[in-house]
T-cell receptor, first 115, second 111 residues
C-alpha cells in the first residue's frame, strides 16, 4: 500500500496563476481532507469530503476549490494564486468518523511558493 | 469553540532525558485525543491516541493519558533518543467531524 500520495511535491507559481494539487489514497477511505500548514499556526483545515461526490468547507476555504469525483482522489484547486497561499499543503484520509476509527493518515505534503 | 493548546517550543533535551510536552483541550463534547509526530520533510504520522477518559495511549516508549478532570493529554517519554527529534502535534476530534490541531512543539535531542 502506498497510503496517501500527493502530487506535486513542490511548485512555484506567479501571482494569478492557477494550479491543481492531487491527492490519492489506496486505503478505501471514505473521508479525505486538505490542510495547510503555516509556521506557528499548526494545521488548518481547508476543505474536506465525506464521500465520493461530496465536499464541504473547513476553517480556511477562501481562494480554494475542491473536487472528489472518485473515491480515491481529492483535488485541491487554486484558481488565482496569491502570495498568502504560500504554504505547505497536506492531504489526509480516514476510514470513518466513528470514535476509534477516525484516525487521519497524512500524505508527505506539497510545498507551494507563490511569488 | 473546540481547541487544543500545547506548550510552545522549541524544546532541546540531552539524550536519555525525560520528556513532557503539555497539551490541554477545550471541547463541547467527548473528544478523541491524538498525538501526531512530523519528522523533517515528511507528513504527520499518528503516534498514539485515546478515545475516552482515563485511557492511556502508548507507542514507541511515548505515553499520554486522557485526563477529563484536567482536560489534558500530556505526552511523556522516559528516555528520549536523537531519533525522536521532530515536531509533535496534539489534536482532538469530536465525532470525527473535524480535527483540531495544536500549533506543534519542536523537539531536538542532542547526543
Amino acid at each position: 500500500n502506498a497510503g496517501v500520495t500527493q502530487t506535486p511535491k513542490f511548485r512555484v507559481l506567479k501571482t494569478g496563476q492557477s494550479m491543481t494539487l492531487l491527492c490519492a489514497q489506496d486505503m478505501n477511505h471514505e473521508y479525505m481532507y486538505w490542510y495547510r500548514q503555516d509556521p506557528g499556526m499548526g494545521l488548518r483545515l481547508i476543505h474536506y469530503s465525506v464521500g465520493e461526490g461530496t465536499t464541504a468547507k473547513g476553517e480556511v476555504p477562501d481562494g480554494y476549490n475542491v473536487s472528489r469525483l472518485k473515491k480515491q482522489n481529492f483535488l485541491l484547486g487554486l484558481e488565482s494564486a496569491a502570495p498568502s497561499q504560500t504554504s505547505v499543503y497536506f492531504c489526509a484520509s480516514s476510514y470513518s468518523r466513528l470514535a476509534g476509527a477516525e484516525t487521519q493518515y497524512f500524505g508527505p505534503g506539497t510545498r507551494l511558493l507563490v511569488l | 469553540g473546540d481547541s487544543v493548546t500545547q506548550m510552545e517550543g522549541p524544546v532541546t533535551l540531552s539524550e536519555e532525558a525525560f520528556l513532557t510536552i503539555n497539551c490541554t483541550y477545550t471541547a463541547t463534547g467527548y473528544p478523541s485525543l491524538f498525538w501526531y509526530v512530523q519528522y523533517p520533510g515528511e507528513g504527520l504520522q499518528l503516534l498514539l491516541k485515546a478515545t475516552k477518559a482515563d485511557d492511556k495511549g502508548s507507542n514507541k516508549g511515548f505515553e499520554a493519558t486522557y485526563r477529563k478532570e484536567t482536560t489534558s493529554f500530556h505526552l511523556e517519554k522516559g528516555s528520549v533518543q536523537v531519533s525522536d527529534s521532530a515536531v509533535y502535534f496534539c489534536a482532538l476530534s469530536i465525532f470525527g467531524n473535524q480535527f483540531y490541531f495544536g500549533t506543534g512543539t519542536s523537539l531536538t535531542v542532542i547526543p
